[in-house]
């Protein structure tokens, strides 16, 4: 069973900052299998990043996805206010299995 | 448009069933896998189960093997979700999702059921 850790928990930042996602597998996969998705209140996911990192489409270039083997980062360049959500990384894995992380929420300092 | 619909809220009791729906339209409906993923309220999301339409090839996470059955009707592009027998547990937001390049680019809006005494 593939397992995806994302921290932290939840990132406390201000408009305009950095942020740094972390999403670690516990099995090696390719990179053409991690993906990463928004989530903001009341709302559906949103892919991000295919690939990992692959911007969907009519996703800013401030969303950029990096890693390998089983380390994988989502980082934002500058915050929009837009962008304060909950963010999943979801791995494919063997037989055809689709496994979610639980999770980094960013908040507004 | 480009977009998969999901049918409406549901307040069902223990022990009933339920099938909830996921019109697909704006493209070819036999060309992609689409899948259900639930989340359960305040928690994270869990991918389910997946089929192919075209074929109606069927892949499900074990967790879920056994209590829902997915299902689809090309001549109306429908995916469906089904359960047997509804447990308060089941009580979750359900999205159906678009498969491409392993990952999931087109999600519904979802469909809240409530399964509550």
């Known amino acids: 069973e593939v397992v995806l850790t994302q921290s932290p928990g939840t990132l406390s930042l201000s408009p305009g900052e950095r942020a740094t996602l972390s999403c670690r597998t516990s099995q090696s996969a390719s990179s053409n299998y991690l993906a990463w998705y928004q989530q903001r209140p009341g709302q559906a996911p949103r892919l991000l990043i295919y690939a990992t990192s692959n911007r969907a489409t009519g996703i800013p270039d401030r969303f950029s996805g990096s890693g390998s083997g089983t380390d994988f980062t989502l980082t934002i360049s500058r915050l929009e206010p837009e962008d304060f959500a909950v963010y999943y990384c979801q791995q494919y894995g063997t037989s055809f299995l689709f496994t979610f992380g639980g999770g980094t929420k960013v908040e507004i300092k | 448009e480009v977009q998969l619909v999901e049918s409406g809220t549901e307040v069902k009791k223990p022990g009933e069933s339920l099938k909830i729906s996921c019109k697909v339209s704006g493209y070819s409906f036999t060309s992609n896998w689409i899948g259900w993923v639930r989340q359960m309220p305040g928690k994270g999301l869990e991918w389910m189960a997946i089929i192919f339409p075209a074929n109606s090839d069927i892949k499900y996470n074990p967790p879920f093997q056994g209590q829902v059955t997915i299902s689809a009707d090309t001549s109306i592009t429908t995916v469906y979700l089904q359960w047997n027998s509804l447990k308060a547990s089941d009580t979750a937001m359900y999205y159906c999702?678009?498969?491409?390049?392993?990952?999931?680019?087109?999600w519904g809006r979802g469909t809240l059921v409530t399964v509550s005494s």
């Open positions: 999702a678009r498969h491409v390049s392993w990952s999931f680019d087109l």
